[in-house]
């Protein structure tokens, strides 16, 4: 039943929401991975940004997506729980955990051949900023070498629905996807990497230069 429940979430509210209330502009879309093991990573300002990324794919892609997110925050309640892992399908990720190793659900997301969606910064930040991104994302890389790593730029979200609000305010956003990232071995560099590639993505599209 949840499966049902998820096509139609996405189908009804989902893909509307993205493409009328919020007038998506999306390049390169073809560039997504279809199938896994892959990783898709993205910078975060907004609660939204995963349901537009989500959006991108077609939906004969949607069981194989699923999405890292906090734990604490998406797991607080019964309710909440079941919407965000029965019908977003997230993975929970411990931000605070005494033992065990919290990126473990995303290793099992890859081990299974499906797309990971994953915000290396680790949270969301103020509008069209970038936080530094944290190492979680070489941690993976390093286990996983042969997934290929797609990053997305996202601009216009965090204005729609910024952090800490609950109103959403219809803003032109715009989607662009780069290619896949060459792998290193410093993980360092990976990060540097990733950095280059969304600041060019940025740079694709025109906007103002993070601060």
Partial sequence: MSHILRYLFFFLVVRPLSYVILGLNVRHAERLPK???????????????????????????????????????FLR??????????????????????????LAGCFEVLRANDILILFPEGSRGEPERMQRLKQGISVIARKFPNAPITPVFLH?????????????IPHFCD???GKPIARTESNQD???????SLAALEKEGDFPAWE
């Fill in 175 to 177: 989607v662009f996807v």
């Fill in 77 to 102: 309640n019964r309710w909440l729980a079941w919407f965000a892992t029965e019908i977003i399908g997230i993975v929970p990720v411990a931000r605070t955990q005494k033992g065990g190793n919290p």
């Fill in 190 to 196: 990976l990060i540097g990497t990733i950095n280059d």
């Fill in 156 to 168: 216009g979200l965090g204005k729609s629905l910024p952090k800490g609000e609950v109103i959403l």
């Fill in 35 to 73: 199938n896994g093991p892959a990783i898709i990573i993205a910078n975060h300002n907004s609660h939204l940004d995963t349901l537009v990324l989500m959006s991108l794919l077609p939906l004969s892609v949607l069981p194989k997506l699923r999405p890292a997110a906090a734990g604490d925050y």
